[in-house]
């Protein structure tokens, strides 16, 4: 009990602890003259190619005499107030405005300041990193960007401390532009996109003035308010594009399934057909309020002259409007209905009256909140991510159509409570996270809860919350299309009355053509600051439409046979046993061939027309060109082309995990990534979604492959699924051409083109192996049974020439640590919403 006791007054003290630890440096050690015999090395870098925005980083390094009086403050813990104190002298940054304004760094310090104790001297090395995500001013270790629409201004800031230090070398490298202004004049530099200034006066503020590359320059203006563009932006018109032309085409999918039954549909057809209507509509609804919903009210704000800002308060109803609107699609029970109805109404109402008074329980565009009004914002919060996960399991439960054998009402709120408790959670950690990056130099406590400075910083990242998330969900919630476009197949397909329906007819391939370039093919193209998707999304169509009429003209069954009717009718009447046992029986026939029996000359000769005369019989039964060994491998494992499409999604769900673990660690953890996912404040739900998007890219085309498998071109398994891997590379190929002649990012275009072709190669292999399973008896192991299965040494070598050039691909990047994908507008987010203070 006592030690008990000693760890909450512990944890007290901890909390009301004062700012202070040790008294102030005297002001007179941080001088000019008392730092006259620092050194200081400083550069500054832009990186504009590979990457949708420009990258600036600055790395300088200090040199201090040992005798300095604050030096052996630099060797202190970084919480330390004579440590920030020290660092403040010589950074000229950081100072506290007043007893309740901060001067907050918005800068990324990718790699800790590093502080090296010698005899004589103390090294200071220093880096920062920002985005130039918009058009504004970025302070990035000694240096300030302006970035404005014609030109971008890089400037030396001018530190009172260290104008009598030695500044031995001043660099400014521009990433490939020119310079258009340099002050002071220099002729020092290396080549064009390089100034600098060797032994620079102290009086003197090195300035450069240049234009960036077209795309990055762009991609700033675009997210710039008020220059016109933004509208149009990624944020905006291009951005809502993706989602909506997924709900046109999910309405032309389920028209033209509707019209291929030829009939009036059926309850269950109905059913489905209602849903993915439903789904269509609700997919155009989300779009148009995720992505314009604040353009909507930025021109109702000036046409009304409303002087507070409203925008969080409509982000956060338009997430809990999101989240009724799909409970109502899932069908919740009525009790639940009324309970989420009565939940929107009381926050509502809540909303209302804090705004209209002065109590400070909730964070509010004008008071400032206070003790519970923290834990309340918490739970206020939460409340439309809460809804919004339980539509999405609703809705998703709905289009499945299991017939009552999902999960309970209460089941789906417990899901839900729980995905929001953990997007809370990780909100939660990062505002710690942000807040010590951003005040790193000040010399207030970081954990005191109670300080004026915590408070308005605690409601600036609550205020600003549903505003960040609302994006995220809603490309969650993208991933429903699948379920909805694989469930109206699955119910209105024809081979369930049709008997000699081997393959899709026109209206299910034209469902699969647009599943093929909605879900399979990615979709993070950017240009100039636009979405590209129109690019992707029609250079999709038309692959997958190629790949199908090159199928159908090669394809084994779409041969013709007795009475011009295609190979696969007239085969899919005979046992799938009898087609095995015809192909054992042409292997066997081939080996004899090639090794004919007989002790002479003339027995071999009469010996290898016998077996020839048995091999042209069972070939004169098929059409030209096609041997008994090929049907197998045409039909597949299963017995219907439905059966293969879930087999194969099966297989390529097992087969893509370590394919997903890989491309979760090149956009999320490799690099620097991580650093920026720890601390966004949607970092919980960028998580699930990177793990969904490339799980359901392997999934999605496995069940693209085994649906179309009799009708790709290909003798087996590997060789359909590189046709698919084709298809998928072909509109990604060209989005990694465009983002080379532009200089924008790639986003790891080139391993995701290698683990898809990965996945899927072994995916058909693995379904061939099915194929042949009842052969396994015959075979002392699965190394014979896999020989037997492809007896085709140049096939062989170009799947295993395949597999090699994909594996050496993933790897490579892998070392690499893939691209830095910026979470949140890291460097930028200070420009996109207005500072706390």
């Not at 006066?201 to 008020?226: L, M, N, T, Y």
């Not at 100039?528 to 690019?535: E, L």
């Not at 197998?632 to 087999?647: D, I, K, T, V």
Request: aromatic share 12%; hydrophobic share 45%; glycine share 8%.
């Amino acid at each position: 009990m006592l030690l008990m006791l000693f760890l909450v007054l512990c944890a007290l003290l901890t909390v009301r602890g004062t700012a202070r630890a040790a008294d102030p440096p005297p002001a007179d050690t941080c001088t000019a003259d008392r730092l006259k015999g620092a050194t200081v090395d400083t550069a500054v870098e832009f990186v504009h190619r590979g990457s949708n925005v420009s990258s600036v980083t600055s790395v300088t390094d200090i040199t201090v005499p040992a005798n300095w009086e604050q030096a052996p403050h630099l060797s202190l813990d970084a919480h330390s107030f004579l440590y920030r104190a020290a660092l403040r002298c010589l950074l000229g940054k950081g100072w506290q405005r007043g007893e309740e304004t901060y001067t907050y760094d918005y800068e990324w310090r990718l790699k800790p300041l590093s502080v090296k104790p010698g005899k004589n001297e103390v090294r200071i090395h220093y880096e920062a990193v920002a985005w130039v995500q918009n058009l504004s001013t970025y302070e990035v270790g000694l240096w300030t960007l302006t970035a404005r629409r014609d030109q971008w201004t890089i400037q030396l800031r001018r530190l009172p401390n260290l104008a009598k230090a030695t500044w031995k070398n001043v660099a400014v490298r521009l990433g490939g532009p020119a310079a258009l202004t340099a002050l002071p004049p220099t002729a020092v530099g290396k080549g064009r996109a390089e100034v600098s200034w060797d032994k620079k006066k102290p009086d003197e503020a090195p300035q450069v003035e240049f234009r960036p590359p077209a795309s990055q320059q762009w991609a700033a203006i675009s997210q710039s308010p008020g220059h016109g563009w933004e509208m149009l932006g990624g944020g905006g018109v291009s951005g809502a594009f993706g989602i909506f032309a997924t709900g046109i085409l999910a309405l032309i999918a389920g028209r033209r399934l509707r019209l291929g039954l030829g009939r009036n549909p059926l309850p269950a057809e109905e059913e489905a057909l209602r849903g993915l209507r439903s789904w269509a509509l609700i997919l155009v609804l989300i779009s148009l309020v995720v992505y314009l919903g604040d353009d909507l009210y930025g021109f109702l704000q000036s046409r009304f002259s409303w002087r507070s800002d409203y925008g969080p308060v409509v982000s956060l109803f338009s997430v809990m409007f999101i989240g009724v609107v799909l409970c109502f699609f899932g069908k919740l029970h009525r009790s639940l209905l009324i309970a989420v109805c009565a939940l929107a109404a009381c926050a509502a109402a809540l909303y209302v009256s804090a705004e209209m008074s002065t109590s400070g329980l909730l964070p509010t565009s004008d008071f400032l909140i206070w003790g519970p009004g923290k834990k309340l914002a918490l739970v206020f919060n939460s409340l439309p991510i809460f809804l919004c996960f339980l539509g999405l399991v609703s809705s998703g439960q709905r289009l499945l159509i299991l017939g009552g054998r999902g999960l309970s009402q209460w089941a789906m709120a417990g899901v839900a409570a729980g995905a929001s408790a953990m997007t809370l959670l990780w909100a939660y950690r990062s505002f710690g996270r942000s807040w010590e990056r951003r005040t790193w130099l000040n010399d207030s406590v970081p954990n005191a809860p109670d300080a004026p400075q915590i408070r308005k910083y605690d409601q600036w990242w609550w205020w600003w919350f549903a505003s960040d998330v609302m994006p995220v969900l809603a490309d969650i919630a993208f991933f429903l299309t699948p379920l909805a476009l694989v469930v109206a197949l699955r119910v209105c397909r024809a081979e369930q009355y049709e008997n000699d329906s081997f393959t899709p007819n026109a209206s299910e391939r034209t469902l699969l053509v647009i599943f093929f370039a909605v879900i399979v093919v990615p979709n993070y193209a950017t240009y100039f600051g636009f979405s590209g998707y129109i690019t992707t999304l029609v250079l999709g169509i038309l692959a997958a439409w190629a790949l199908l009429t090159v199928g159908r003209a090669r394809s084994v069954l779409e041969q013709p046979a007795a009475g011009n009717a295609p190979l696969g009718q007239v085969i899919l009447r005979t046992d799938r046993s009898e087609l095995l046992r015809r192909a054992r029986r042409y292997r066997e026939l081939q080996f004899r061939l090639r090794r004919p029996v007989g002790d002479s000359s003339a027995e071999r000769s009469e010996s290898h027309e016998a077996v020839e005369r048995k091999i042209e019989r069972m070939d004169q039964c098929l059409p030209q060109g096609v041997r008994p060994i090929d049907l197998p491998f045409a039909f597949g494992p299963m017995a219907s082309w439905w059966g293969n499409a879930c087999r194969c999604a099966l297989i390529a769900s097992f087969i893509g995990l370590p394919a997903t673990g890989l491309m979760y660690w090149l956009d999320v953890v490799g690099g620097d990534s991580w650093s920026l996912a720890t601390e966004s404040v949607t970092g919980f739900l960028t998580v699930v979604y990177e793990i969904l998007y490339w799980q359901v890219t392997w999934v999605s085309g496995g069940f693209f492959l085994g649906a179309l498998w009799r009708d790709l071109p290909g003798r087996n398994g590997p060789t359909k699924a590189l046709s698919v891997a084709v298809a998928f590379a072909v509109p990604v190929g060209v989005h990694e051409i465009i983002a080379q002649m532009t200089g924008q990012g790639l986003q790891n275009t080139v391993p995701a083109v290698a683990a898809f072709a990965s996945v899927m190669t072994f995916s058909g292999l693995v379904m061939d192996v099915q194929t042949f399973r009842t052969e396994r008896r015959y075979r002392s192991s699965s190394a014979g049974l896999l020989v037997y299965i492809y007896r085709m040494p140049i096939t062989s070598v170009a799947v295993l020439l395949a597999q090699l050039v994909a594996l050496v691909t993933i790897l490579k990047y892998f070392r690499e640590g893939g691209s830095v994908w910026p979470f949140d507008m890291p460097g930028g987010d200070q420009n996109k919403k207005p500072e706390p203070d």
